[in-house]
């Protein structure tokens, strides 16, 4: 579900009626509708962590009142998990054993908790639910979004029969959300699950670029130091050449070796370290790089949070030659050539504009 402000986000969540018990379906129903319809009735000055603790707990003490008042819904209680993407992060608000699992490359991870007892006889018994209580125990997390995330929420149904290894070989088949939703769904039943089976899965195409002060405050952390040797590691970037030396910087070709993608590392020099004027500089020119989309302009390169121990920014590696290298080199460039390159030029001109 989408709502109106920027702010609040997209919201996917997904609950599982605690078995056993009268109304399991209806506690469900009635936490995700509750929840979504609260969530965005909240305003956005709270906050997406208040917004949405606040809407469960409302959900959750209408499902625990309806459970004490009307005895044909005794007992009604369900899991839940819901996802919020929101601007640059993921939020998780959590109880039960759903669980909402994170693809980033090829490494899954899961992002939840089950509270069950875990052991002995009773080892799936649930320890939380929404309407066990008056006061609701829940977990909440935030995770930074990156592009092509892939997020799978999904019942016990599903991962009670197939493990962590398979259901990252079926979200990284990469098919669209609602197919891989579907197969994975299919494959708990051919499994043999008997249980209640539910799968969403959802894609992160883009994310909003970074603002400034969130750059700033993330540089002005990150110490500059000696300029690297080919051959160096740095935070698992392999320097493999020298690009170009100037006054104030140096650029690296490198591969990085956690996805073995050639990339450009831009280390400024030590001897601006103390200069405050160059690292503002720096961090503007990210920014820009950052919001700027265009075939015509090179990228930045984000990292995942804790991956950078010093000062530098990546950008892709494009095979080629440089402006200066084809006017220096034979034969001269013609009219239809000029043309191109002019065109390209101002384009790019155009988008920074």
């Not at 493999?240 to 070796?257: F, I, V």
């Not at 090179?298 to 200066?324: A, F, H, I, K």
Request: hydrophobic letters at 45%.
């Amino acid at each position: 579900s989408g709502g109106a402000g920027a702010l609040q986000g997209v919201v996917a969540a997904i609950a599982d009626g605690v078995g056993g018990h009268k109304g399991g379906r209806a506690a469900a129903e009635t936490a995700v509708r509750a929840f979504i319809d609260g969530y965005y009735a909240q305003p956005e000055t709270l906050g997406v962590s208040r917004a949405a603790a606040r809407s469960l707990e409302a959900a959750n003490s209408w499902i625990a009142a309806q459970s004490r008042v009307d005895p044909s819904l005794e007992g009604m209680a369900t899991t839940f998990s819901a996802l919020i993407l929101s601007r640059r992060n993921a939020f998780i608000l959590h109880v039960g054993d759903t669980r909402v699992y994170r693809l980033a490359g090829a490494s899954l991870e899961r992002l939840t908790k089950d509270h069950t007892l875990g052991r002995g006889d009773f080892a799936h018994a649930l320890l939380r639910a929404v309407g066990f209580d008056d006061a609701p125990l829940f977990d909440q997390g935030m995770h930074s979004l990156n592009v092509h995330d892939r997020f799978l929420l999904c019942s016990d149904g599903v991962h009670g029969v197939l493990p962590d290894e398979k259901l990252r070989a079926l979200l990284a088949e990469r098919g669209g959300p609602q197919e891989t939703s579907e197969r994975i769904v299919q494959t708990a039943l051919e499994a043999g699950s008997h249980d209640n089976v539910t799968a969403l899965v959802v894609d992160v195409i883009d994310v909003p670029p970074a603002d400034e002060r969130a750059l700033s405050r993330a540089f002005a952390a990150l110490p500059i130091r000696e300029l690297p040797a080919i051959g160096d590691f740095v935070d698992d970037f392999r320097i493999d050449g020298l690009l170009s030396e100037g006054r104030y910087s140096r650029l690296m070709r490198a591969t990085d070796t956690q996805n073995g993608k050639a990339v450009v590392l831009k280390f400024p020099h030590p001897r601006v370290a103390d200069d405050a004027a160059y690292r503002l500089a720096f961090v503007n020119e990210a920014w820009v790089a950052a919001r700027v989309r265009s075939p015509f302009i090179g990228e930045v390169v984000e990292l995942l949070p804790g991956r950078q121990s010093r000062l530098y920014s990546v950008m892709p590696y494009y095979e080629g030659e440089t402006l200066e290298g084809r006017l220096r080199r034979e034969p001269r460039i013609d009219l239809a050539e000029g043309v191109s390159i002019a065109t390209r030029l101002s384009r790019a001109i155009a988008t920074l504009h």
